[in-house]
């Protein structure tokens, strides 16, 4: 009953427009008056416990490296690498799309920021070469939320601090998952591509390429420094986000000399505001999350699911379907925080390992970013490229088949993410 009430409220309250976080508060507390257990005291609690996280600290300073790497030339200068190795290529401005945003991806742990940089530079390039602006949209779209798979990733961040997990395990495991999105991007960008009428770019001389290569250096020894000192317990993943914008400060003001004093308090507006919206979400999803847990929720969820007990793996399967067609309505962050509550305490009783449910989780919370009608990624990359939501939705259709099989590889072999995780250990 308690599930149903819950449900009945978030969704209502979401469909007449109300704010996420808040629905969120008024369906925690509208179990709370259903147990007939309502206390002011405690809502205010568990908000304040929410937003009161070291590890959350980590969340606003990899946002604003990622401010600081697009203002500061890091992201031009990783696509002009890109550019350099493999824009010769047929097709080749759609591997650099999914190189550059492979490696963006490792910088900075926001889909959103990686595809807009991303989008602003190639979309009008790849236009002007006579590439579809509809398929390079989805492609832009497709390769932009590989950033929560790979580390740093912020999804990886809230699925940790909700679910009592270690979020270096996480990270650590999700780096070949993410690898293999941006393979499948390039087989399925090479079936698009293969055929189309486009202009070639001359193929670049090494000198050159190794002179791009010299001016790109500083940008990719910021994922070797993030993920060697997690590695090596050098620093936490909270350090490892002061570091990494620290570092980007750094490279973006003394080295490349692109921040400006006016670009860096822009850098700082849009990191408060967007953080505000994330940490407001993490304050109130912790009171529906505990009042989950007070009305046993995941022992009601688990009943149903009780269909699946007998096997892990048709278990994972049906936990995904609800994740995939709750991505169709709802954003990536909310879904982290609604859903994980409810399926870990049935993930860990019926024995699967938690890291690995949760690389497969945030992967299936990604694709939703690009699957209509909402859809944030996509719309985003369509608004930047100046294409119809329903021509983006056509362009970004074989790319988010790709990055479906690859999950659907992961949830049937889970070996995939867990062989690989321990070379890491």
């Known amino acids: 009953m308690s599930a149903f009430i819950f449900l009945g409220i978030l969704l209502a309250l979401i469909t007449i427009g109300m704010p996420i976080a808040f629905a969120l508060l008024f369906a925690g507390i509208g179990i709370m008056l259903q147990l007939d257990q309502f206390d002011s005291q405690i809502v205010v609690q568990n908000a304040i416990g929410g937003a009161d996280n070291f590890v959350l600290m980590a969340v606003p300073f990899f946002i604003l490296a990622g401010e600081f790497m697009n203002a500061g030339g890091l992201s031009k200068r990783i696509v002009d690498l890109a550019g350099a ?103 399925a960008w090479w079936l698009v591509s293969r055929k189309a009428n486009t202009k070639l770019a001359p193929k670049m001389p090494l000198r050159e390429r190794l002179a791009l290569l010299g001016k790109g250096f500083w940008a990719l020894m910021l994922p070797v420094i993030i993920i060697g000192g997690l590695k090596f317990g050098i620093f936490t993943p909270t350090e490892a986000a002061v570091v990494a914008a620290v570092y980007a400060l750094f ?85 982290v925080l609604i859903f994980t509550p409810v399926f870990l305490p049935i993930v860990q009783q019926a024995g699967i390992d938690p890291v690995y449910f949760g690389v497969v989780f945030v992967m299936n919370c990604s694709i939703g970013m690009i699957t209509p009608p909402v859809g944030v990624v996509l719309n985003v990359v369509s608004s930047i490229g100046k294409v119809p939501m329903a021509e983006a939705v056509r362009g970004v259709l074989p790319f988010l088949i790709a990055e479906t099989v690859v999950l659907v590889a992961l949830i049937v072999a889970p070996s995939l993410v867990t062989v690989p995780a321990s070379w890491w250990h």
Do not use: K
Request: proline content about 5%.
């Open 85 to 187: 190795f493999v824009g010769h290529l047929r097709g080749g401005l759609g591997y650099v799309a999914i190189f550059a945003a492979v490696l963006l991806a490792s910088l900075s742990g926001s889909a959103v920021a990686d595809t807009a940089a991303l989008a602003a530079i190639l979309v009008p390039m790849m236009r002007q070469a006579g590439y579809d602006p509809a398929r390079a949209c989805g492609l832009m779209a497709a390769g932009g939320i590989i950033a929560p798979v790979i580390p740093p990733s912020i999804g990886f961040l809230l699925f940790g601090v909700v679910a009592n997990i270690s979020i270096t395990r996480l990270f650590l495991a999700g780096i070949m998952p993410g690898v293999m999105m941006g393979l499948a991007l390039v087989f």
């Open 251 to 335: 490279v973006g003001l003394v080295v490349y000399r692109e921040l400006t004093p006016a670009t860096v308090y822009h850098c700082l507006l849009v990191t408060a505001r967007t953080t505000a919206v994330v940490l407001l979400l993490a304050a109130l999803a912790m009171v529906a999350s505990y009042m989950i847990t007070v009305a046993d929720i995941p022992g009601q969820v688990g009943a149903w699911m009780q269909a699946f007990a007998g096997s892990q793996l048709l278990l994972v399967i049906a936990m995904m379907v609800v994740v995939f067609f709750a991505g169709m309505v709802l954003d990536f962050i909310p879904i």
